[in-house]
């Protein structure tokens, strides 16, 4: 039997894995699309890629998903948050009620995804919102039943689940709640920070807002974007043009060429980014904190090559 330092751990991964699934998202307040036709006309069905929904029943879906997720990727990592939590035991149908949410079933028959029925999502709440009550979270609202159809018929189509094999939990009353570690109270929205041992430093979890808002962080996205790709253009062309007739590019002006292919090199780090996504690039999962932001950078193969492009290549063109 565990003794109570190894329950305590078991606890505090699970609270803080349950704090990231439910507050360190920004997507959690997107709408399910139940009863809307999907978004460009009729539904795209793709194959499933998350291996974690691979073996539910069906093999195809459709994006955006029910809370709006674009790509299979950034659903399966935010998936991913969730894995204490299934791992934990709270029911057996949560796996399956996830991805019926972040991988719904997608068929040309219908126009619409196939989401969770209501009563599964009752089902899966009653075991396992327990469990984050007892760590001190709410049922996410992006999990609201009431959004989901309460019955599989003709007008709403819904998964009901595989049915429930397991007890219903019940929380401990002898052990008191453990409290996570302090180590980074100095900080203004010290809930937002963890503490990696490896390095000993307080990382920001990632999807959270701390000095910037959501708007703020999309504007500035998309401007970094259209300016990345209008500078590759440019420089492209320019190098392109050195490279068909070298010897109309004399001194002085062939310099410009060096800066040209230094910054053409410098927004290619810009697109990187935008490519694989800010999550790919400055964050990283690790097995106790969840999503956190990168600190080891020569431990994070794409931070540290978007890290070498844009600063040497910038400080090439500074001194071209």
Known sequence: MAGPTTNALLWVTVGVWVWVACWGQVWADYPVLMSQEHPGGPLRCEPIRIAACRDMGYNLTSMPNLVGTELQKDAESR????????????????????????????????????????????TVRDRCAPVMAEL????????NCSRFPPENNEQYMCMEGPGEKMP????????????????????????????????GTCAPLCQVNIS??????????????IWAVACFAVTLFTVLSFLLDAAAFRYPERAAVH????????SVGYLVRLVAGPDRVTCHTDQDLGLVAVTEGALHTTCALVFLLLYYFSTAASVW
């Open 79 to 122: 998936l991913n948050s969730f894995n204490p939590l299934i791992q934990y035991g709270c029911s057996s149908q949560l796996q399956f009620f996830l991805c019926s949410i972040y991988t719904p079933m997608c068929t040309t028959q219908v126009p619409t995804p196939i989401g969770p029925c209501r009563d599964l999502c009752h």
């Open 136 to 143: 001190g979270y709410p049922w996410p609202a992006f999990l």
């Open 168 to 199: 219903p939990f019940s929380p401990p009353t002898t052990s008191p709640r453990p409290q996570p570690p302090r180590r980074c109270s100095q900080y203004a929205h010290a809930h937002k920070y963890r503490y990696v041992n490896a390095t």
């Open 212 to 225: 910037f808002s959501t708007n703020d962080k999309y504007f500035a996205g998309v401007w970094m974007a």
């Open 259 to 266: 800066l040209a292919l230094c910054y053409n090199l410098v």
